[in-house]
């Protein structure tokens, strides 16, 4: 059965540092999501890309966030000076419509720890 | 801004009963979806059941099925026949139903554990 595959699983980052987290989305999906939970809290949406732009993204996703899709089967998410707020399970996944009017599927998670 | 709100934090049930997760919601749309989704110990979340919000019928799948009050903003999941394999956290989720809109609002999730 097709999945999303998230790697790392762990990324332990010093504070200030770039980390980048790749995502495999479904191969015949067209849409794309990263989320995050911070431990104990709600899991957050991040930022939706379709057709190689943004299509979505929330407050949390500021500059210091950015996503790329490299070469048609990567998709990743890049904080480039990581804070210790950052801290969180870092969830992709991807589906073939528009949310709403499918089922998406989501990974495994990163979970990033910033020291 | 739309909320959700998962006011039970743990949960557990004997194996073979019956439980309920609750959920409410709030939103100003009148047009959206909500969604069950289950996260096992160390696995995907993975989808357990949408129902959308123009249709009154519940929607069921299997043993899952909810209790869908739109005027009350209130999505609550049954989970029928409990089983091992259903430990996990659940969440309740919301979505507009607009063209090209893809925010999806979570709650925090209710952990469940069946016990034999």
């Known amino acids: 059965e097709p999945e999303v595959t998230q790697t790392p699983s762990h990324q332990v980052t010093q504070m200030g540092q770039e980390v980048i987290l790749r995502c495999v989305p479904i191969?015949?999906?067209?849409?794309f999501y990263w989320y995050r939970q911070i431990l104990g809290q709600k899991v957050e949406f991040l930022v939706s890309?379709?057709?190689?732009?943004?299509?979505?993204k929330s407050e949390i996703f500021d500059d210091q966030f950015s996503v790329e899709r490299p070469d048609g089967s990567n998709f990743t998410l890049k904080i480039r000076s990581t804070k210790l707020e950052d801290s969180a399970m870092y969830f992709c996944?991807?589906?073939?419509?528009?949310?709403?009017?499918?089922?998406?599927?989501f990974g495994q998670g990163t979970r990033l720890t910033v020291v | 801004a739309q909320t959700v709100t998962q006011s039970q934090p743990e949960m557990s049930v004997q194996e073979a009963e019956t439980v309920t997760l609750s959920c409410t919601y709030d939103?100003?749309?009148?047009?959206?979806?909500l969604f069950w989704y289950k996260q096992p110990p160390s696995r995907q979340m993975i989808l357990v059941i949408r129902?959308?919000?123009?249709?009154?019928q519940n929607a069921t799948e299997n043993r899952f099925s909810v209790n869908f009050q739109k005027a009350a903003k209130s999505f609550s999941l049954k989970i029928s026949d409990s089983q091992l394999g259903d430990t996990a956290m659940y969440f309740c989720a919301f979505t507009r139903n607009s063209g090209g809109y893809q925010k999806v609002t979570f709650g925090i999730g209710t952990k469940l554990q069946v016990i034999p």
């Open positions: 129902q959308e919000a123009y249709k009154q």
């Open positions: 996944a991807s589906s073939d419509r528009e949310w709403a009017n499918t089922e998406a599927f």
């Open positions: 191969s015949n999906h067209l849409y």
């Open positions: 890309f379709y057709n190689n732009e943004i299509s979505e």
């Open positions: 939103t100003s749309e009148s047009n959206y979806y």
